[in-house]
């Protein structure tokens, strides 16, 4: 069932948007001509639109807040100057969140960084 203000309202709002339009307000806008950015297709489209909403409030999804964290603990790993037991809790971490990503639906995603930590540590231990 469709709302019966919506009729009214979008009228409302395209008659705004054509009048802005023609003040030249949406003119020299930032990608201008361009095309729009592709959707993350990964993403439900149920979700997309909320993910747009905190990635320009400059907030990430959890998903991607814990995808930052892992490539950030590889990055880490992938330094020498770490201790032992730093090198151990960060390790552990990484291993948590792949596992909870691979547990999560995302497994082609888990196994490929499942692979990039895995080559990471043989270059840093060898083959043996």
């Known amino acids: 069932m469709t709302h019966p203000l919506l009729p009214p309202m979008q009228s409302l ?12 307000e949406f003119d020299n806008l930032p990608g201008a001509g361009k095309p729009l950015p592709e959707e993350d297709l990964a993403v439900p489209e ?7 909403i905190l990635k320009n409030a400059g907030v990430l999804p959890p998903e991607l807040g814990e995808l930052s964290e892992i490539h950030q603990l590889m990055a880490v ?18 291993r948590a969140l792949l596992t909870k990503l691979e547990l999560t639906g995302k497994p082609a995603t888990a196994r490929m960084l499942w692979q990039q930590y895995e080559d990471q540590l043989r270059r840093r231990y060898g083959d043996d």
């Open 13 to 24: 709002i395209d008659a705004r948007i054509e009048e802005a339009r023609q003040r030249g």
């Open 46 to 52: 149920e979700l997309r639109l909320a993910n747009r």
């Open 77 to 94: 790993l992938d330094r020498s100057e770490l201790g032992g037991g730093e090198r151990d809790t960060a390790s552990r971490r990484l």
